[in-house]
């Protein structure tokens, strides 16, 4: 595979040092949960090439090592930096940057009065199917979802549609918030069937700072940030980076769309 050999130029040398690409992961560079195509794995190659790219997503790492790597081939060498959990989890080219945890600013006590209101409130919720894993807790966030992440392919395409005419994920927000108005957490509708809880300024503006910093690394500042997302209304979780006043955002919702801008920007 040419992206996984290939030798890029070291940041400062690249053709277009001052640009860098950030993609949220679902939509924008794979169906959602399924893995990128060939093709779309050998656009960014080539982007690399002439500038800086990264991945921001809610998501853990494993869960893109998944959709973006292979057994053989880490996505940390896929990419010069790796945002996983908004960047609460960040790699730069390969190498760990400094983490934040959401327990620790929380407090155990207070998660566990959240956690068992969203159990309480998802068992008297009626939905066509429930699998395991409402509750997955993350480094830098919770992700809750009605119907259960180890729901399969199809049960999430079922389950979006569902939620689209009935609004389970939003009525689900608006109790949590009433709930629990001095937590100060964010609620991010993203993906086909969950949610995203996370202190306030933990959005994905957060990995921004990372982007920043490269700056007194290695002299590069990043002066243009281009952000290409799927869930980029008010109330999804592409919304704060997206509008963010440091980024370029686009709106794209299948990786085709996203190819296509690549090819028109940047003429690969």
């Not at 620790?104 to 566990?112: A, F, M, N, T, V």
């Amino acid at each position: 595979m040419t992206e996984a050999t290939a030798v890029y130029p070291p940041l400062q040398d690249r053709p277009i040092k001052n640009t860098i690409c950030l993609f949220d992961v679902d939509g924008p560079l794979t169906p959602a949960r399924l893995h990128a195509s060939p093709e779309m794995l050998q656009t960014l190659s080539a982007l690399r090439h002439k500038c800086a790219i990264g991945f921001v997503g809610g998501s853990d790492l494993a869960k893109q090592q998944e959709q973006l790597g292979s057994p053989s081939i880490p996505v940390t060498t896929l990419f010069d930096f790796c945002f996983s959990e908004n960047g609460l989890t960040a790699y730069r080219l390969g190498k760990p940057l400094a983490t934040s945890s959401f327990i620790e600013w929380l407090g155990e006590e207070r998660y566990k009065k959240f956690v068992n209101f969203c159990l309480k409130y998802i068992a008297e919720l009626d939905v066509p199917v429930k699998r395991g894993t409402f509750v997955e807790f993350r480094n830098g966030l919770v992700n809750i979802s009605p119907v259960g992440r180890n729901a399969s392919t199809a049960e999430r395409n079922a389950y979006q549609a569902y939620d689209k005419v009935h609004s389970i994920r939003q009525d689900f927000v608006t109790a949590l918030k009433k709930n629990f108005p001095d937590y100060g957490l964010t609620f991010s509708i993203g993906g086909q069937i969950s949610f995203d809880c996370f202190p306030t300024g933990w959005d994905k503006t957060y990995c921004l700072k990372h982007v920043e910093e490269e700056k007194e690394i290695s002299g590069v500042d990043y002066t243009t940030i281009h952000f290409f997302g799927d869930k980029t209304f008010k109330g999804g979780n592409d919304y704060e980076i997206f509008e963010d006043k440091r980024t370029t955002g686009h709106t794209v919702e299948k990786p085709e769309d996203t190819i296509k801008v690549l090819k028109e920007l940047f003429g690969l």
